[in-house]
């Protein structure tokens, strides 16, 4: 389809979108929020985004409260709060837009009383096309005091006074548009639990999880999906924070207990390492108690787990080699000359165990390959 759409074949685009709808939509459920994000990247796909934007209407915390919402496109975001039929108050949208607006701006103070006039004039300009589709005049009067008011000053003057005058005389005309109502169903929305569940990862399945997890705690009983001990947080996903080396040791330095897991391109393999002590992008050194592995996925029917055999299983890149060279396993590193892990077959995994017990890729399989994503988990113990 992307072929497709790259060549400006517009008919089977077309007829494709329509397939995958049909044919995928569960698939297209379970990874709604790496869809959605992906197609509102781009100028094309009307269906796909007309199909997710009517499954977001009806359950809009798929969007709003996944924890890559402040990566939300502009676009994507104005395309869902100009719906009338948006399914939530509209102070909880107004929160979200607000929220969002903050986290494309770095300098705004943290605390909000230490906000200048250029800060607001700042939150303005980033919001401006998102500002004119909340509609202000059927909120009620607590919510504009304890909500808007503290950020009137991204409003216009006219808009401010418009709305202070409507809840004091609501039956005098004002100036500003009055948008209708949003049509938000009386009947109850269906809780988190009946939503159609996002898939914490794009690579792994629950029951890869389980796996990881049997192997991170020693046991000779597998997990199953009902008492996995861990939750996964996710740390960093390429297709979301993008392939530079460099970007893993920023945003991965100093969490311990990590998961490290890489979709091989052109092939159905999932290979990855368990570092159980912390990355760090200042030292060079190596550290021990990891593993590698490789997991059953598609054509490949059983996973392979291969643990360290020395004290050399993880090591930390020097400064310098920050720049192309990024997890590094040993025996299983990720590696780029063009600082980019998916435009060259530069990341590794050896054939032969020098720091680890056994391969985990077959002996026929290129040693060299490039990967279409990753993604970094923070492994941490549930709480009873």
């Known amino acids: 389809m992307l072929a497709a759409d790259e060549f400006e074949l517009e008919e089977l685009t077309n007829k494709l979108e329509t397939l995958l709808i049909e044919t995928k939509g569960s698939w297209l459920r379970t990874h709604f929020s790496f869809i959605y994000h992906f197609i509102f990247s781009r100028n094309d796909f009307k269906k796909l985004k007309n199909f997710c934007n009517d499954i ?60 200048t006039k250029e800060n607001f004039l700042t939150l303005k300009t980033t919001l401006q096309q998102c500002l004119p589709h909340i509609r202000y005049f059927h909120l009620s009067g607590i919510e504009v005091l304890d909500k808007i008011k503290p950020y009137k000053k991204i409003l216009d003057k006219q808009l401010w006074n418009d709305i202070d005058q409507h809840l004091i005389a609501p039956e005098r005309p004002v100036k500003s548009t009055i948008l209708p109502p949003r049509s938000v169903l009386a009947t109850e929305l269906p809780t988190r639990a009946e939503e159609p569940r996002e898939s914490f990862s794009t690579i792994i399945s629950d029951e890869h999880a389980a796996e990881i997890s049997t192997w991170i705690d020693r046991r000779e009983t597998a997990y199953n999906l ?26 991965c330095h100093g969490h311990a207990s990590t998961v490290v897991l890489v979709k091989v391109k052109g092939t159905d393999e999932i290979i990855g390492g368990y570092n159980p002590l912390a990355w760090d992008k200042n030292t060079y050194g190596w550290m021990e ?90 492994i941490v113990r549930k709480t009873i």
């Not at 435009?343 to 290129?366: A, V």
């Open 226 to 251: 009902t008492n996995i001990p861990y939750k996964f947080e996710l740390i960093l996903r390429g297709t979301r924070d993008g392939f530079a080396p460099q970007t893993f040791w920023n945003m």
């Open 56 to 115: 977001v209407v009806k359950y809009p915390n798929l969007i709003f409260d996944a924890e890559d919402f402040n990566s939300l496109k502009e676009s994507a975001l104005v395309s869902l709060i100009k719906r009338n039929d948006l399914q939530i108050e509209e102070v909880k949208i107004w929160d979200y837009v607000i929220k969002w607006g903050i986290a494309q701006t770095s300098t705004l103070p943290t605390n909000l009383d230490d906000w």
């Open 289 to 378: 108690d990891s593993f590698i592995f490789s997991l059953k996925n598609g054509d490949i029917q059983n996973s392979i787990l291969s643990r360290v055999k020395s004290n050399y299983g993880i090591f930390n890149r020097s400064i310098n080699e920050q720049i192309k060279g990024g997890p590094y396993f040993g025996d299983f590193g990720m590696y780029s000359k063009k600082s980019d892990f998916t435009l060259d077959d530069s990341c590794f995994c050896r054939s032969y165990g020098n720091n680890y017990e056994k391969p985990i890729r077959s002996l026929l399989s290129s040693k060299y390959f490039s990967i279409i994503n990753y993604e970094v988990f923070k």
